[in-house]
């Protein structure tokens, strides 16, 4: 069992590069998430879904985009890259949005130069 | 505006001591608090959990304390282990309507042999 799988591990991008990072569960989750990870700032939230077809933003949105065509995969866009953009990059899915925990992937680190 | 706080940034105790990580929050209707540890180049993993309806739950030698008047919780590890090493983040959760996870900044621990 998987579980919550991300691609690339690292990456280095040139400001104004776009990419996709992704992310692909095998759980059957119906919640899924995106957030960053900045030293001093936790763990934020970027985008979730709430099932197939269901996205919205969460706390730090700008410059990134996602969609959800199916269950297991939920990939976070960068539409043109910037240094600011620089962080590490946690997928995570959860059984549904009541009380249960969080499943992360290993995390992207990403720089943009 | 940050809703989840951990406002020590770090922490170093004695192996075989007891370990206090401490979190606040300010929104009232958080219904479900987790406890998260993060090892480095590796992803958040789920540790222990609390319901709003309960002010303690205990797993071995973890214990997370939840004080609802003060807005408060904590985690308590006893004996501390230097396995026990990394990265705390506590998170909540608001109820049904959302599912988001809100994360603090996190508290790095430290055991020492």
């Known amino acids: 069992n998987a579980g919550v799988t991300q691609t690339p591990k690292f990456q280095v991008l040139k400001t104004g590069q776009s990419m996709t990072l992704q992310c692909a569960q095998d759980m059957n989750h119906e919640y899924m998430s995106w957030y960053r990870q900045d030293p001093g700032m936790g763990l934020r939230l970027i985008h979730y879904?709430?099932?197939?077809?269901?996205?919205d933003q969460g706390e730090v949105p700008n410059g990134y985009n996602v969609s959800r065509s199916t269950t297991e995969d939920f990939p976070l866009r960068l539409l043109s890259a910037a240094p600011s953009q620089t962080s590490v990059y946690f997928c995570?899915?959860?059984?549904?949005?009541?009380?249960?925990?969080?499943?992360f992937g290993q995390g992207t680190r990403l720089t943009v130069v | 505006d940050q809703q989840v706080k951990q406002n020590s940034p770090s922490l170093s105790v004695q192996e075989g001591r007891i370990s206090i990580l401490n979190c606040d929050y300010t929104?009232?209707?958080?219904?479900?608090f987790l406890w998260y540890k993060k090892y480095p180049a590796e992803g958040p993993t789920f540790l222990i959990s609390?319901?709003?309806?309960?002010d303690k739950n205990e797993d071995g030698r973890f214990t997370v304390f939840l004080n609802k008047s003060a807005k408060h919780l904590s985690l308590h590890i006893v004996p501390s282990q230097p396995g026990d090493s990394a990265v705390y983040f506590c998170a909540a959760s608001l109820p049904l309507s959302t599912g988001k996870l809100i994360f603090g900044q996190g508290t790095t621990l430290q055991v020492k042999p």
């Open positions: 929104n009232s209707m958080f219904d479900y």
């Open positions: 995570a899915s959860r059984e549904g949005f009541w009380n249960t925990e969080a499943f």
């Open positions: 609390i319901s709003s309806i309960k």
């Open positions: 879904s709430v099932g197939a077809g269901i996205t």
